[in-house]
């Protein structure tokens, strides 16, 4: 079974500009997470979606962050204009419907922003 | 809101000994789920070990154990017969009724041989 892909794994970009990051779930899940871990932390819930709609983007910030999962397959998140402060890695976790089920991550991508 | 401590940041530990990373928890909820994941320098997150919250018994696989209190939101890790490859970032996690993770802060857990 395949695990969850991201990519790229390694970014960087000046501050101000936009950035993207792609998931592809394990086939199947219909739950999809995005987490941001700032180093040193632990991840930080940014978005979670269950198929296309979204349960929950209480911690997103929406002046800059946007995400989207057409077909409730793969995921986009989106950085524009990025901050330092977003120097990060983001992860991308999916889970099957159930809510007793364990999340799979990604290897995330590392983001710099200078 | 559901939060994880977990006061620990850095623990270190012979190769072939026990150690053990303690968590705690605060939630309302009766019923959730709590796991521990490794994250290793490569990054990716891996499961070590789950446990449900209306479950008694603790978790074992292998050579880790759980030690789950409910009455007193605690959930720790043993790790036995420490290995090499054990050295990593320890996360405790709590996965809501909603689907919800929430992971603590991490504990940096280095085996020295």
């Known amino acids: 079974e395949a695990g969850v892909a991201q990519s790229p794994r390694y970014k960087i970009i000046e501050k101000r500009q936009s950035v993207a990051f792609w998931c592809n779930p394990i086939?199947?899940?219909?739950?999809l997470y995005w987490y941001q871990q700032i180093l040193g932390q632990g991840p930080k819930l940014l978005i979670q979606?269950?198929?296309?709609?979204?349960?929950?983007d209480s911690q997103l910030p929406k002046d800059r962050f946007s995400a989207e999962r057409l077909k409730g397959v793969d995921s986009t998140l989106k950085i524009q204009p990025a901050k330092l402060e977003d120097s990060a890695v983001y992860l991308c976790?999916?889970?099957?419907?159930?809510?007793?089920?364990?999340?799979?991550f990604g290897q995330g991508t590392r983001l710099t922003v200078v | 809101a559901q939060t994880v401590t977990q006061s620990q940041p850095e623990m270190s530990v012979q190769e072939a000994e026990t150690v053990t990373l303690s968590c705690t928890y605060d939630?309302?909820?009766?019923?959730?789920?709590l796991f521990w994941y490794k994250q290793p320098p490569s990054r990716q997150m891996i499961l070590v070990i789950r446990?449900?919250?209306?479950?008694?018994q603790n978790a074992t696989e292998n050579r880790f154990s759980v030690n789950f209190q409910k009455a007193a939101k605690s959930f720790s890790l043993k790790i036995s017969d420490s290995q090499l490859g054990d050295t990593a970032m320890y996360f405790c996690?709590?996965?809501?009724?909603?689907?919800?993770?929430?992971f603590g802060t991490g504990t940096s857990l280095t085996v020295i041989p």
């Open positions: 446990q449900e919250a209306y479950k008694q």
């Open positions: 976790a999916s889970s099957l419907t159930r809510a007793n089920t364990e999340a799979f």
């Open positions: 939630t309302s909820e009766n019923n959730y789920y």
């Open positions: 996690a709590f996965l809501t009724s909603g689907n919800q993770f929430y």
């Open positions: 979606f269950q198929n296309n709609g979204v349960v929950d």
């Open positions: 086939s199947g899940h219909a739950t």
